[in-house]
């Protein structure tokens, strides 16, 4: 059973960084596919970033790409995503999932496993 625990998240300043973490304390998601989404308040769930088990490619929603990186541990069993050059735009809560089959995706109807979320906030 996979079991996600996500953490990192807090207040920053616009143009600051943190660092998520995701981890799956039942071992089993280094074969899995694995993506981070976030859902600000009246919106809806979004893809962030995605990564397939091997480590890459990796892909990213256009709003993030080229500040946001995408990562993974398989031998710690551990996700990451380092954010940089937060803005206030980027306020959500924030998810990692896990998708057991199937081709690597951006709908989150498509992923099996969630993490109860990390709050991230961006002050202007």
């Known amino acids: 059973q996979v079991q996600l625990v996500e953490s990192g998240g807090g207040l920053v300043q616009a143009g600051g960084s943190l660092r998520l973490s995701c981890a799956d304390s039942a071992r089993t998601f280094s074969s899995y596919h694995m993506g981070w989404f976030r859902q600000a308040p009246g919106k809806e769930r979004e893809f962030v970033a995605g990564?397939?088990?091997?480590?890459?490619?990796?892909y990213y929603a256009d709003s993030v790409k080229g500040r946001f990186t995408i990562s993974r541990d398989n031998a710690k069993n551990t996700l990451y995503l380092q954010m940089n050059s937060l803005n206030p735009e980027d306020t959500a809560l924030y998810y990692c999932?896990?998708?057991?089959?199937?081709?690597?995706?951006?709908?989150?109807?498509?992923?099996?496993?969630w993490g109860q979320g990390t709050q991230v906030t961006v002050s202007s």
């Open positions: 990564v397939p088990w091997t480590g890459s490619p990796t």
């Open positions: 999932a896990v998708l057991v089959r199937g081709l690597l995706g951006t709908r989150s109807a498509e992923y099996d496993y």
